[in-house]
């Protein structure tokens, strides 16, 4: 545990941890307790169940006993009727990334393990995702100005189940995990089937998953160059770019860079699937390409340049005095010779409009 914190210089941080009431979080939680990192536990009462406020309480009073900070974060509101494992997960996240940043802590530790991970590699594997995808979890990720962490990805679930048992230390199980109606349970279920017959492990699933991001990380290393020294950039979220350069790249970099392009400007946390990316680069070739929208973005052809902006209400109409008044006050757009609706998107961008 010591050396995740070691290899990513964060010794000295204060971490939030996402504490369940689960083994995972809980192991979690009491290693980092254990090793001196300075916590403080969140827990997430969804308000799904009428169990959920009696586990939050059991967690509570878990973290008063190891004399660890610990806070209830609710959902509020009504529930979504469809999707509710997906949109819980993005509530957990929103309310546990919303009190990091009111508290001023960067770091949330969660307790995804080594079968987590390899259960992520077949889900993806299922939906035909990419390299990109094939590589799950990352151990740090940046997401909503707040930095995910995974110490324990390359813990086995026996090894922390194992070490709350020493403790005395029960656990809550969630009667969701043994829910057949989620693709991510059968995987479960499937794994020690497959191992069996195969002898693919998730261990082995986990360690694929590993390798696959160096070769992630590498194409991610080659477009951050290339938007660094060959991207303009206009603002936060207005790029352009060179045609001919665009052209000549391979055909992964050119389809890597757009992706991340249309991820900022869209200021999302993913890219467009890749096969709308994919329809995009076959577009953009024609010498009759217009422009389109995706994610949240305008793509336009002008000056031998491919731009991607924020897209605009097509409604609004930046008048030639207002750009006038905008450019004294910005005066880096004044002489760019902007095509019209780059000075458009620019000015609502400011001005917020």
């Known amino acids: 545990m010591l050396d995740f914190f070691k290899q990513y210089q964060l010794q000295n941080e204060t971490v939030a941890v996402g504490v369940s009431g689960g083994a995972d979080s809980l192991?979690?939680?009491?290693?980092?307790?254990?090793?001196?990192?300075?916590?403080?536990?969140?827990?997430?009462?969804?308000?799904?169940?009428?169990?959920?406020?009696?586990?939050?309480?059991?967690?509570?009073?878990?973290?008063?006993?190891?004399?660890?900070?610990?806070?209830?974060?609710?959902?509020?509101?009504?529930k979504p009727k469809r999707g509710i494992e997906a949109e819980a997960r993005k509530a957990r996240y929103d309310l546990l990334s919303k009190w990091c940043k009111k508290n001023d802590i960067k770091y949330l530790a969660v307790g995804h393990h080594r079968r987590d991970q390899a259960e992520t590699f077949l889900l993806r594997l299922q939906r035909g995702s990419g390299l990109f995808g094939l590589c799950g979890m990352a151990d740090i990720v940046k997401q909503n100005d707040i930095y995910i962490i995974r110490p324990q990805l390359n813990d086995s679930p026996d090894y922390l189940r194992k070490y709350l048992s020493e403790k005395n230390i029960v656990w809550v199980e969630d009667e969701s995990n043994q829910c057949d109606d989620f693709l991510r349970v059968k995987i479960r279920k499937f794994l020690p089937e497959l191992e069996s017959k195969t002898g693919i492990s998730e261990k082995r699933l986990a360690d694929t998953a590993r390798i696959l991001r160096f070769t992630r990380d590498y194409l991610e290393f080659e477009v951050n160059k290339i938007i660094n020294n060959q991207v303009r950039k206009w603002s936060e979220?207005?790029?352009?770019?060179?045609?001919?350069?665009?052209?000549?790249?391979?055909?992964?970099?050119?389809?890597?860079?757009?992706?991340?392009?249309?991820?900022?400007?869209?200021?999302?946390?993913?890219?467009?699937?890749?096969?709308?990316?994919?329809?995009?680069?076959k577009v953009i070739k024609k010498d009759d390409f217009k422009g389109c929208t995706l994610n949240g973005c305008e793509i336009l052809k002008a000056q031998k340049r491919i731009w991607v902006?924020?897209?605009?209400?097509?409604?609004?109409?930046?008048?030639?005095?207002?750009?006038?008044?905008?450019?004294?006050?910005?005066?880096?757009?004044?002489?760019?010779?902007?095509?019209?609706?780059?000075?458009?998107?620019?000015?609502?961008?400011?001005?917020?409009?």
């Open 27 to 78: 192991a979690l939680v009491l290693r980092l307790k254990e090793c001196g990192i300075k916590i403080v536990a969140l827990t997430v009462d969804h308000k799904l169940r009428p169990s959920s406020s009696k586990e939050a309480e059991f967690v509570a009073n878990l973290m008063k006993k190891y004399d660890i900070e610990h806070h209830i974060l609710i959902w509020e509101g009504e």
């Open 237 to 281: 979220t207005v790029f352009s770019f060179s045609l001919v350069n665009l052209e000549n790249l391979h055909s992964e970099i050119s389809y890597r860079l757009l992706a991340e392009l249309l991820r900022k400007c869209g200021a999302k946390d993913y890219a467009p699937e890749a096969e709308e990316i994919f329809r995009l680069m």
């Open 309 to 353: 902006i924020p897209e605009v209400r097509d409604e609004f109409l930046l008048a030639k005095a207002e750009w006038e008044n905008f450019v004294r006050v910005t005066p880096q757009y004044a002489k760019a010779g902007l095509p019209y609706k780059v000075r458009r998107a620019l000015y609502c961008e400011v001005k917020k409009v």
